[in-house]
T-cell receptor
Framework: DAGVTQSPTHLIKTRGQHVTLRCSPISGHKSVSWYQQVLGQGPQFIFQYYEKEERGRGNFPDRFSARQFPNYSSELNVNALLLGDSALYLC?????????????FGDGTRLSIL | AQKITQTQPGMFVQEKEAVTLDCTYDTSDQSYGLFWYKQPSSGEMIFLIYQGSYDEQNATEGRYSLNFQKARKSANLVISASQLGDSAMYFCAMRELNYGGSQGNLIFGKGTKLSVKP
């Protein structure tokens, strides 16, 4: 079975631009979460979606938004990009949204802002 | 206060030896989950092992075991018989029931870089 897939793998943008990152969860997984990992740090939670509804939001500005589609895939959108948005963006999926559900991660999208 | 603390920025271990990576956590929840992930230099996060707050037995998965001491709020990862391929960043993470208004998302520590020497 395919794991979590993310696209694109790498992306270079300039300040002020907009970006859309995509994620397909493992088949059968209903929960998708997004994380931002800045170099040298652990991932920071951005959003969680479960059954197409937002179930949680981390401490990120409104420039960050996301949605989940009927097939459970998800998009993360970031507007008005800043240099500080340069990071590895990780998508994770789990079957359900409970505390005992391990989240399985994709390979990430490496976003560089010039 | 940090929710997940990993005090070892870097560790070295000789191939075939065992190594313990430290993790302490802070929560007032009764129900929570503790996870360890491995992140090689290529970037993907690989799930290794899970321990639930109500589990009385320490979790084991192959060469990985989790030394769970609930009263001390510690969840150390033990890797037995280290291999060269174990060289990577290791992250301890916690999932609380109601963190961030969600049904439990992962809170990560800063990680420990493990280097296995031949």
């Amino acid at each position: 079975d395919a794991g979590v897939t993310q696209s694109p793998t790498h992306l270079i943008k300039t300040r002020g631009q907009h970006v859309t990152l995509r994620c397909s969860p493992i088949s059968g997984h209903k929960s998708v979460s997004w994380y931002q990992q800045v170099l040298g740090q652990g991932p920071q939670f951005i959003f969680q979606y479960y059954e197409k509804e937002e179930r949680g939001r981390g401490n990120f500005p409104d420039r960050f938004s996301a949605r989940q589609f009927p097939n459970y895939s998800s998009e993360l959108n970031v507007n008005a990009l800043l240099l500080g948005d340069s990071a590895l963006y990780l998508c994770a999926s789990s079957q359900e949204a409970g505390v005992n559900q391990p989240q399985h991660f994709g390979d990430g999208t490496r976003l560089s802002i010039l | 206060a940090q929710k997940i603390t990993q005090t070892q920025p870097g560790m070295f271990v000789q191939e075939k030896e065992a190594v313990t990576l430290d993790c302490t956590y802070d929560t007032s929840d009764q129900s929570y989950g503790l996870f360890w992930y491995k992140q090689p230099s290529s970037g993907e996060m690989i799930f290794l092992i899970y321990q639930g707050s109500y589990d009385e037995q320490n979790a084991t998965e192959g060469r990985y075991s989790l030394n769970f001491q609930k009263a001390r709020k510690s969840a150390n990862l033990v890797i037995s018989a280290s291999q060269l391929g174990d060289s990577a960043m290791y992250f301890c993470a916690m999932r609380e029931l109601n963190y961030g208004g969600s049904q439990g998302n992962l809170i990560f520590g800063k990680g420990t870089k493990l280097s296995v020497k031949p």
